[in-house]
């Protein structure tokens, strides 16, 4: 079903139909069986931060499917949630479906009335019906949807049920007459800011009722439309109807929504007897409790050492790299480069000491790819699991030491799968200050799954202590500068509050899918790299700059970091990517130019480095040039800082790791 | 026993002042609450008439009687503070004049109410002494105040939401958008690392600061929808 070219822009402009909803309920699912696309799904709230577009073929027609982070309220409350909203205000949209989870409706209502305020076409997809069969509870569909006047199907979304019904309903979308009155004096004070707005796209009624919850978000959209006077009177109507209450107007309007909501649910849904006794039920408890939780955390952590590391990062690249490219791809391509160019530059850049095939692909492709694979597979099976909001459960009260809550253990987790990825996912968290002490502690500390898989690797053959000791140095370091960044960055923390999803057996597909996506996404971000470090090492090389960068540069790697002047050519392609700079370590231990001291030294230095360029673009991105521009110039020093410190501490013990 | 409003109004500074370690008459008409009543000497000597304090010089000192009106008057007193900058969420130095209004007016069936509502609280919201009422004894035989922070329940107890106390605009918003309102019925899933509550079919984690917040009644079963 990819229509999505044939498609003309305008066309799309003109009929979207927007996927909204709760987080976690499914948006991403139904979007992948609308569209034909993948976009990721998984087991806990916040995993789609940006907007996904597809397209969609019904009726003769083609129309546009936007897929939007959840929400848990119109009125934005982090930057997710704000993207939500303004598609929402800002998109024509031909139909909005809500995806609800149908265990959770009050939470779903709640929004429903919202975007029925709004006035947009809207269909209803009572999703995850299987799980509310379950739990024991009943839902008269057709009550509800006569009740509020818009198509409501019920869905199973990840088996496929009645998604055919979804996509029928929602070409032929119904406007809702359904309308809740708040209380008197809310309700004078939206007629007289309806009075003050111009003609939108969405009805009036819904913008002045944002206006009186407060929003901050929608004020620039105020002042681009009202002249000032008319920006005082709105100002001054919300002043005058909020000293009428006690409470805050946002809290009171979404007090009468909910009456509204519970006085349809009365009717509409019934729950007999109680779900008891569950696998799931327990593995979700027990995977948060405040003594069984740690052992099970060391469990999966070493799970996953031993898949990852051990099966991963041991045993596949090895058959990778010594029998697949050492045997017959390195050896043939060295053979064939010779009959056209048996000497000279062509040929050294192909599969000379510094060359494409030689170095970039045999590193990219033998040494990091399956690494890369074997993690995200295991990633992709906690994260559908929903181990990670519980995980996120038990280390709040150590985040909270670093200005942080435990809602931040997700982009950090995430960037052990790749921290560019991790840093765009900052934006679930709701202030200012939290997103900037996350993104520079996944651009100092958290090694992505390419880099963790080699320093797994190169750890393992030495041994647990020199593991332990690295991990140790990394772990510390990250808090004492999570620590030290809480108490610099200006800002508030935000308040901890975070769903946890039911435990779920994983979907397989879902898994291959996920890894398959991920694994294409590394290639096509890593591989150029890869090929521009190389070339970088080839041009310094053969201008024989390699040979003085490394005497320039040797009191530091070689006085303070303790290192062979080798490992120079490892940090400078560190630069471009760490993982590239972690593998050419992994080159010279296998060469035993590194004894178990320097290992460490040398893979905590390399930790400890920017993640790649693309992780910086990322930072310019979300953070700013300034912001980004600072955090880099504090990494790269202090990573070597470090490096030296342990190497001077490790030789001053004497340790034998 | 019925008090008129000046007299409840000095036998009300009488206790209090004597918090303070002083006893003095002058002081006493030196206080703007009392001057506004208008109570002068006349109004003491017609209350040393009716046995409720007795005058010496400068000295005023509460008989039994009027210990007993007056520990009831500060009880009124405080209590409605209490409620005032709980409930309502106002500032506590601000519900001073609410407060005398409130005091002579609640009757002692109220006043019970709202000390067991609010959990038999010991102390004003200035940090001074509420004496204990009839409903305080009652409380210490079964122990459980019927409202009370959600983190005084134990683990899987359900409980119906009566108040949230809090501050912050932003914080009781994202509550309500999550279900969290009064009249909300909620169960503890767990205490610690962090606090897990559920609601409906929807389990949350909730910081310490907030669950403080949170005011709550125990019902039994399991929680509805």
């Given at each position: 079903m990819h229509h999505g070219k044939r498609t003309p822009d305008r066309d799309k402009a003109r009929r979207t139909i927007a996927l909204v909803g709760n987080p976690n309920v499914g948006k991403s699912v139904v979007f992948g069986a609308l569209t034909g696309r993948y976009a990721t799904v998984s087991n806990y709230p916040g995993t789609t931060?940006?907007?996904s577009r597809g397209s969609l073929r019904a009726g003769g027609d083609t129309l546009g499917v936007i897929d939007t982070p959840g929400v848990n309220s119109l009125v934005p409350m982090s930057e997710d949630e704000r993207v939500t909203r303004d598609i929402l205000l800002n998109d024509d949209i031909f139909c909005a479906v809500q995806v609800m989870d149908a265990k959770n409706l009050r939470r779903s209502l709640l929004i429903t009335l919202q975007l029925i305020e709004m006035g947009l076409p809207l269909t209803l997809a009572l999703n995850m019906y299987d799980e509310a069969g379950e739990r024991g509870i009943k839902i008269d569909a057709a009550w509800l949807s006569d009740a509020i006047?818009?198509?409501?199907?019920?869905?199973?979304?990840?088996?496929?049920?009645?998604?055919?019904?979804?996509?029928?309903?929602?070409?032929?979308?119904?406007?809702?007459?359904?309308?809740?009155?708040?209380?008197?004096?809310?309700?004078?004070?939206?007629?007289?800011?309806?009075?003050?707005?111009?003609?939108?796209?969405?009805?009036?009624?819904?913008?002045?009722?944002?206006?009186?919850?407060?929003?901050?978000?929608?004020?620039?959209?105020?002042?681009?439309?009202?002249?000032?006077?008319?920006?005082?009177?709105?100002?001054?109507?919300?002043?005058?109807?909020?000293?009428?209450?006690?409470?805050?107007?946002?809290?009171?309007?979404?007090?009468?929504?909910?009456?509204?909501?519970?006085?349809?649910?009365?009717?509409?849904?019934?729950?007999?007897?109680?779900?008891?006794?569950?696998?799931?039920?327990?593995?979700?408890?027990?995977?948060?409790?405040?003594?069984?939780g740690w052992p099970i955390?060391?469990?999966v952590l070493y799970l996953m050492y031993e898949f990852v590391g051990v099966l991963g990062a041991g045993v596949s690249v090895d058959i990778l790299q010594n029998i697949v490219f050492g045997k017959y791809l390195n050896p043939w391509a060295t053979r064939v480069v010779e009959l056209i160019f048996p000497s000279g530059l062509i040929h050294d850049l192909i599969v000379g000491q510094y060359g494409i095939v030689t170095m970039a692909l045999t590193y990219a492709i033998a040494i990091i790819l399956p690494v890369v694979g074997f993690f995200f597979i295991f990633f992709s099976f906690l994260e559908d699991s929903g181990y990670l909001p519980r995980l996120a459960v038990m280390v709040d009260r150590i985040f909270k030491l670093m200005g942080l809550n435990g809602k931040a253990v997700l982009p950090m987790v995430l960037g052990l799968g790749c921290d560019t990825m991790a840093t765009m996912t900052t934006r679930i968290l709701e202030t200012k200050k939290e997103r900037m002490i996350v993104t520079l502690l996944l651009a100092l500390g958290v090694p992505c799954s390419a880099q963790l898989g080699v320093i797994l690797g190169m750890l393992g053959s030495l041994s647990l202590s020199a593991t332990v000791v690295w991990a140790t140095v990394v772990v510390?370091?990250?808090?004492?500068?999570?620590?030290?960044?809480?108490?610099?960055?200006?800002?508030?923390?935000?308040?901890?509050?975070?769903?946890?999803?039911?435990?779920?057996?994983?979907?397989?597909?879902?898994?291959?899918?996920?890894?398959?996506?991920?694994?294409?996404?590394?290639?096509?971000?890593?591989?150029?790299?890869?090929?521009?470090?190389?070339?970088?090492?080839?041009?310094?090389?053969?201008?024989?700059?390699?040979?003085?960068?490394?005497?320039?540069?040797?009191?530091?790697?070689?006085?303070?970091?303790?290192?062979?002047?080798?490992?120079?050519?490892?940090?400078?392609?560190?630069?471009?990517?760490?993982?590239?700079?972690?593998?050419?370590?992994?080159?010279?231990?296998?060469?035993?130019?590194?004894?178990?001291?320097?290992?460490?030294?040398?893979?905590?230095?390399?930790?400890?480095?920017?993640?790649?360029?693309?992780?910086?673009?990322?930072?310019?991105?979300?953070?700013?040039?300034k912001s980004a521009l600072w955090m880099t110039a504090f990494i790269f020093p202090f990573a070597v800082f470090v490096g030296g410190v342990v190497n001077f501490i490790l030789r001053a013990l004497n340790l034998t790791l | 026993m019925t008090h008129d409003r000046a007299v409840e109004e000095v036998l009300e500074f009488i206790w209090s002042e004597r918090e303070r370690g002083s006893n003095s008459i002058k002081g006493l008409f030196g206080i703007k609450e009392v001057a506004d009543e208008k109570a002068d000497i006349k109004t003491l000597e017609r209350m040393e008439k009716d046995g409720l304090v007795t005058l010496n010089g400068d000295t005023v000192v509460l008989l039994p009687e009027g210990e007993l009106a007056a520990e009831s008057v500060i009880r009124r007193h405080r209590l409605a503070e209490r409620l005032l900058t709980e409930v309502l969420a106002m500032d506590p130095d601000s519900v001073e004049e609410s407060a005398c209004g409130f005091e002579h007016t609640l009757s002692p069936e109220v006043t019970e109410s709202i000390c067991t509502l609010l959990g038999h609280p010991p102390t004003c919201p200035h940090g001074l002494p509420i004496p204990k009422g009839a409903c305080c004894k009652k409380e210490k035989d079964d122990l459980r105040p019927i409202v009370q922070p959600i983190n005084e329940l134990?683990?899987?107890?359900?409980?119906?939401?009566?108040?949230?106390?809090?501050?912050?605009?932003?914080?009781?918003?994202r509550l309500a958008t999550l279900g969290i309102v009064p009249g909300s019925v909620v169960r503890v899933h767990q205490k610690r690392p962090a606090f897990v509550i559920q609601i409906g079919e929807t389990t949350l984690a909730l910081d310490p600061e907030i669950i403080k917040e949170i005011y709550v009644k125990r019902v039994g079963g399991s929680s509805g929808l």
């Open positions: 931060v940006e907007v006047g818009v198509e409501c199907v019920p869905t199973i979304a990840t088996q496929g049920w009645n998604l055919d019904k979804l996509k029928d309903s929602l070409i032929r979308p119904r406007i809702s007459q359904y309308q809740i009155r708040y209380h008197a004096a809310i309700e004078d004070g939206i007629g007289e800011i309806i009075k003050l707005l111009p003609q939108a796209r969405i009805f009036a009624r819904s913008l002045a009722v944002m206006a009186l919850c407060g929003d901050t978000t929608i004020r620039a959209w105020f002042s681009s439309r009202l002249d000032a006077a008319a920006l005082k009177k709105t100002g001054e109507i919300i002043l005058s109807v909020q000293s009428k209450f006690g409470e805050p107007l946002g809290y009171l309007i979404n007090k009468w929504r909910l009456k509204a909501v519970d006085a349809l649910l009365q009717k509409s849904v019934s729950k007999e007897g109680n779900s008891k006794g569950r696998a799931a039920s327990f593995i979700g408890s027990v995977t948060m409790h405040p003594v069984w955390l060391l469990a510390a370091v990250m808090f004492i500068v999570g620590f030290l960044a809480s108490k610099v960055v200006q800002g508030e923390a935000s308040d901890f509050i975070l769903e946890i999803p039911p435990i779920r057996m994983p979907q397989l597909s879902n898994i291959v899918l996920k890894t398959l996506v991920r694994v294409q996404w590394y290639l096509k971000e890593a591989v150029p790299l890869f090929i521009l470090g190389t070339l970088t090492l080839f041009a310094l090389d053969k201008t024989h700059a390699l040979y003085y960068l490394e005497a320039v540069t040797a009191p530091l790697i070689k006085g303070f970091l303790g290192l062979p002047i080798e490992a120079t050519q490892a940090f400078i392609v560190g630069f471009l990517r760490r993982d590239y700079g972690a593998a050419g370590l992994l080159a010279l231990q296998q060469q035993g130019k590194l004894d178990h001291a320097q290992t460490v030294v040398s893979l905590v230095t390399i930790t400890l480095f920017v993640p790649c360029v693309a992780n910086l673009f990322m930072m310019i991105k979300e953070r700013g040039l | 134990g683990i899987g107890e359900s409980c119906r939401i009566i108040f949230i106390v809090s501050n912050s605009h932003m914080r009781m918003d």
